[in-house]
């Protein structure tokens, strides 16, 4: 268990350099650099941005401006905004529990509908349902999050008036009713692809499971399908999602980052898509490592959980 951990750990930590190294290199190839958007000012002369550079340190070898970035990373100095000149952590911040908020409505939400729709199917296989999941979930996976986004503003939003078009909550009214309405629209629409998923995988495991020998075993004994299916059909086909759960979280940072567009919604996401318009490369970089951080971390976690519940991996 221990060597497992040790490994596991290893690997996430050459994957956070590899991540560091290419996100430094990409974003200061990009045409301008990271003073394009001063460059943009018309009062700014070529000497005020040899002046500006020799300050901030780009002047010097790509390298060795990794190096300083790197161990300033670790030592807890992310940098500071080019916009307001504010901490980078601070920064993040500011917007991390919005997206927290986010993620964690719609994979729950993710969760609960793709489990039952999963199970239904596997158990209903080829009935009816089981077809019309199918469709539905090869439907959903085909289309974008932003036109599922749209078509709930429209519907939703402004045909019916029923739930609000975007932001967090209303200016004025910041109780937790007002903050759970605002959030149902988006945390939805970010569940649909999801849901897809999970229910894709949950059928598969719950087949899998079903087909062993001690489901008949089970059965044999006169158990109630009712009592094999919810003691030993699904925490059984749980286990290989709880990894898929780790994996995941990509696609929802990805997905909350459009949705977050959107809907106008106060998270990272959007807060990434506005420091990259602005040329802010150190906020830039800090929500890429902090993205980085955060799927390695559930990835970690994730393995963990699964090497505790299943004896399997733990005694290997």
Request: hydrophobic share 55%.
């Amino acid at each position: 268990m221990r060597s497992f951990l040790l490994n596991r750990f290893a690997q996430s930590l050459v994957l956070l350099l590899i991540v560091s190294i290419i996100g430094f290199v990409v974003l200061n190839l990009i045409p301008g650099g990271p003073l394009a958007q001063f460059g943009l000012d018309a009062s700014m002369t070529q000497d005020d941005l040899k002046r500006l550079a020799e300050q901030l340190g780009l002047n010097r070898p790509l390298w060795v401006q990794y190096l300083d970035w790197a161990w300033r990373l670790l030592t807890g100095d992310w940098g500071h905004s080019f916009r307001d000149g504010a901490p980078v952590l601070e920064v993040i911040g500011r917007h991390l529990m919005a997206t927290l908020l986010l993620m964690g409505s719609s994979t729950v939400i993710a969760i609960a509908i793709g489990t039952w729709i999963g199970v239904r199917g596997a158990v209903k296989r080829y009935s009816v349902f089981d077809y019309v999941a199918t469709v539905g979930a090869m439907v959903a996976l085909s289309i974008p999050t932003f036109w599922f986004g749209l078509i709930g503003i429209y519907v939703f939003s402004l045909k019916l008036g029923w739930l609000p078009a975007g932001n967090m909550y209303t200016i004025g009214d910041e109780s937790v009713l007002n903050y759970l309405h605002h959030l149902i629209l988006p945390s939805v629409v970010l569940a649909l692809v999801h849901v897809a998923i999970w229910s894709r995988y949950m059928r598969t495991a719950t087949l899998d499971v079903i087909n062993q020998e001690f489901i008949k075993t089970a059965r044999a004994k006169g158990l109630s399908e009712r009592h094999i299916l919810m003691k030993h059909v699904i925490g059984n086909a749980l286990l290989p999602m709880i990894t898929l759960l780790g994996m995941q979280l990509p696609s929802v940072l990805t997905g909350a980052l459009v949705t977050e567009t959107v809907f106008t919604w106060p998270g990272m996401g959007r807060l990434f898509l506005d420091s990259l318009g602005y040329s802010d490369y150190p906020v830039v970089m800090g929500l890429l490592m902090f993205s980085a951080i955060l799927v390695v971390v559930s990835n970690l976690a994730a393995d963990i959980v699964v090497a505790i519940i299943d004896p399997r991996i733990r005694l290997s």
